[in-house]
């Protein structure tokens, strides 16, 4: 296993489980993608226009997730911070809610779960929401997780299960010698295997209630505010995210632009955030491939190479669905069906040797 | 010496360059309001109603900071960050312009230099402010300085002079024994003397131009800004200071709210700020009084024990006159007429005892 985020710990633990012997070569584990994400498991919110195979997934590896969070809560002992209460997604002006009503029919076409609500249901549901929000829908399928206890669990799990972790970097593939080796490097596959996976810059901030107790709200909140998209994630010890930008830059700054849109949008929808302490401001990499789709499969032209990446914005959600079908591939050697829209092939060869940098 | 903050410092300086023995005393020099400040040195924009007497003391200190910086320079070797490029004062709507108008008018009566700017002057002076800038004013001898250097370089001369720096706290005055006892202790004064010396919380941003070359703009840009204030100060090594809240709060915490409100209202005057890092968020206290004016002198009922704080939003433009003055106090025993104003006893005598906590 090359890359250590929880794509490449949950393979792990799942390989590891079954019996295989498992290296995780990393030299920074949880320094990637991982413990910058929201943790939002929204396969509905997330239904774009166009991307019905992403959806697909998403949907199924959502349905996987109350199962294994239950498992790696048993495996790891470490609480996930894992919720239930399901997502608002909301619009403050009359534009907003145009824009989350088309989407909402569009995932409704497609049977997910979701709700048209009125401004007195959506107050009803969270009273914190400002009385200026106009509208918007309840996707009660759409959870969340912290990611910031998901990665160590992952590993606690994987190293309970025998994997072990080697903490130095990976410069060629042919480093590492195995029967299967599988890069889930994150924006590092690049490098290592020649395919299109690039780094989308995400800034995302972290609040935290004041006073040392919970929010007070219980939903993630998804909302379109003047034409900026903005979440807010509450998590029940008292953090909230609000992100993401999604921005196709490679610097590493935390921009004044950038929080401000972010702040000026969660405190628009939820005013008591203003009172809220400001923690940390992070700008942080999603592996990105050029249909937004992750790149999951056997690398062409090497074999047993196979490749688990380019989750983009939904690492975390895809997160089960992903260690179950490459654990299955690497046990089996046949690939699962539903893992046909995401081949490493579709793009083409490789640009560069995947022997070498 | 009790307090190794700017105050502190250039106090012990120029008592050392007089041939006095000076111990400087601080657990944790520069960690107070010093290294939080902005820096800026203005006398003209920071005269409001009611406070004449302030005032008065600002503009003189201010005449003192040419010389005071070259002397501090050649005797710390020490580039202070100093810029006289001077402040511009301006308002975003005709509210906001009206109340710009309103204050200069009375800085003018008080025959302080200010000169009012239409919109092409403004822009003329400094093309980065926002095109929506109705109006305001130039003060030229608004000048700034770079607190973070400032520090450093009055420690070294302090030192260089011979003053000695013991980092321990101090409980109680009575532990300090030496013939002058000078308390410059920031927030600390009110346990060490009873006096009505109380925090006031102050949230402030750093921000950097990208790609390392200085900020778009040279003057410091004080605004109103849809009935908010804010200051906006450029080094020449990139950094941007925006500030700042004023708060009567005790708690530490960087809140969502104010680092909205500052980068809105930055980011509304000089829109090039959206692109810059954002490097850093702090809250720091200032030492405030019940007048608002710093408390220089004897304190009451206390032979030997001197007081130099309460400085407020002021302590870096009042610091060349309060350590002149201060310094004289020591060496002749007799105060300044300047500082009749500022004098320990005008709030009546101390409510707590002067020897303990």
């Known amino acids: 296993m090359v890359g250590g985020g929880v794509v490449g710990w949950a393979i792990a633990w799942r390989c590891a489980a079954r019996g295989l012997t ?24 997330e239904a774009y226009f166009g991307e019905t195979a992403l959806t697909g997934l998403l949907v199924e590896s959502a349905a996987r997730w109350p199962a294994f969070a239950a498992e790696l809560t048993a495996a790891s002992g470490v609480d996930l911070g894992y919720r239930t209460e399901g997502t608002l997604i909301v619009g403050r002006t009359g534009d907003d809610l145009a824009e989350v009503r088309r989407l909402g029919a569009y995932q409704r076409e497609l049977g997910l779960p979701i709700t048209a609500l009125r401004p007195s249901g959506l107050r009803d549901r969270e009273p914190a929401l400002a009385p200026r929000v106009r509208g918007g829908a309840f996707a009660p399928g759409d959870h969340q997780v912290d990611p910031r206890r998901l990665l160590p669990a992952l590993r606690a799990a994987a190293e309970r299960a025998g994997a072990v972790l080697v903490d130095a970097p990976v410069g060629r593939l042919d480093e590492v010698v195995a029967p299967a080796v599988v890069v889930a490097a994150g924006c590092g596959t690049a490098a290592l295997t020649g395919l299109p996976v690039r780094p989308v810059k995400g800034q995302i901030l972290r609040l935290r209630a004041p006073g040392g107790g919970p929010p007070g709200f219980r939903h993630v909140v998804r909302g379109y505010v003047d034409g900026e998209q903005v979440y807010v994630v509450p998590r029940a010890d008292g953090e909230v995210v609000v992100g993401a930008t999604v921005e196709e830059r490679t610097d590493p700054a935390v921009t004044a632009g950038a929080v401000l849109r972010l702040l000026r949008a969660a405190v628009d929808l939820l005013p008591e955030l203003a009172e809220y302490d400001l923690v940390e401001t992070t700008a942080g990499f999603r592996p990105g491939t050029p249909d937004n789709a992750p790149v999951v499969g056997a690398l062409p032209g090497r074999p047993g190479v196979l490749v688990a990446s380019g989750h983009h914005r939904h690492g975390i959600v895809l997160t089960p669905v992903t260690a179950d079908l490459v654990t299955d591939l690497v046990t089996t050697g046949t690939p699962d069906a539903m893992l046909a829209p995401f081949t490493p092939d579709r793009f083409g060869p490789p640009t560069r040797p995947a022997t070498g940098r």
Chains 1, 2 share one sequence.
Do not use: F, K
């Not at 995780?24 to 509905?44: E, F, I, Q």
């Open 22 to 45: 498992v290296t995780v070569h990393d030299p920074a584990s949880g320094s990637g993608a991982s413990t910058v994400a929201a943790g939002m498991l929204a396969p509905v919110a």
